[in-house]
């Protein structure tokens, strides 16, 4: 997997209200399909897992800490506008904060095929509501300052 904010080339000038992304390309296992040889729906929500965990969990950024020590999956929601076949690895799949609050946020995210046009129609589209957990009392928790400041960065 690759990963980038805002792919590898310049936004058109049409795309600059649009919001800074993050994109990850994730490659599809053949066990990632189905009988019916496209993605499977189960497989999917753990691409887009496997997407935002370099963008969110990984190396020194302020939100790394939640990936060792909380962070709760609150809500899910998936809409499948077209197939994904093994044929279209990598996936290219951009994400962004739609929502930013105290102790959660929710992720914006576009599904497409290997080589499709920035702007072409995603065939997948999803978003997560994730919160800040603390494993030890096993409660939620407010964001640190510095875990708000990196996600308001990626804001719609």
């Known amino acids: 997997m690759t990963s980038s904010p805002n792919g590898n080339t310049a936004a058109p000038a049409a795309d600059l209200a649009l919001p800074q992304r993050f994109h990850a390309k994730v490659e599809i296992r053949w066990s990632d399909m189905d009988v019916y040889q496209h993605v499977n729906h189960a497989r999917m929500v753990t691409l887009l897992e496997e997407a935002r965990i370099p963008w ?11 990936g060792r020590q909380g962070c709760v999956l609150v809500d899910l929601h998936v809409k499948y506008r077209g197939q994904l076949r093994h044929e279209d690895t990598p996936l290219d799949i951009a994400m962004w904060i739609k929502q930013l609050r105290a102790v959660d946020f929710t992720i914006g995210y576009e599904v497409r095929a290997s080589g499709a046009a920035p702007d072409s129609p995603p065939a997948v589209t999803a978003t997560t509501q994730l919160a800040a957990f603390d494993i030890d009392t096993q409660r939620l ?10 996600l308001a960065r990626w804001r719609a």
């Open 56 to 66: 969110l969990f990984d190396g020194d950024k302020p939100t790394a800490s939640m």
């Open 141 to 150: 928790r407010r964001l640190t300052d510095s875990e708000r400041d990196y």
